[in-house]
């Protein structure tokens, strides 16, 4: 589970979840907006790599502001992921460690 912290100074919104493990992992990213499951995307992350991106990215059409708390599901024990908030400058950014709720 990964927060997203909405504030006028931030634009994006983005994600990265790595698979350490030796076989592909299929991961689900659901994404709320005040409790109401606004998107849905699947993916297989290949064995030792990870998936990085912005929420337009991951769920089409889904923007920054549109989520506001993401959970994320996976068919093999992964490391926590790590959601980034930030903006165009470059030169604001907030970073959470995922929840994870074991298996």
Do not use: C
């Not at 983005?14 to 991961?27: E, I, Q, R």
């Not at 499951?37 to 089409?60: F, H, M, Y």
């Not at 992921?81 to 030169?91: A, H, K, R, V, Y």
């Amino acid at each position: 589970m990964i927060p997203n912290s909405i504030k006028d100074w931030f634009d994006w919104f983005g994600l990265a979840v790595a698979n350490h493990n030796d076989t592909a992992t299929n991961v689900t990213f659901d994404a709320y907006k005040g409790g109401v499951l606004v998107a849905t995307s699947s993916q297989a992350i290949q064995p030792n790599t990870k998936v990085v991106d912005v929420s337009s990215g991951i769920w089409e059409g889904v923007d920054y502001r549109d989520v506001d708390m993401v959970i994320i599901s996976s068919d093999q024990a992964i490391a926590s992921p790590l959601s980034i908030t930030g903006n165009s400058e470059q030169d604001r950014h907030v970073f959470f460690l995922g929840q994870g709720f074991g298996e």
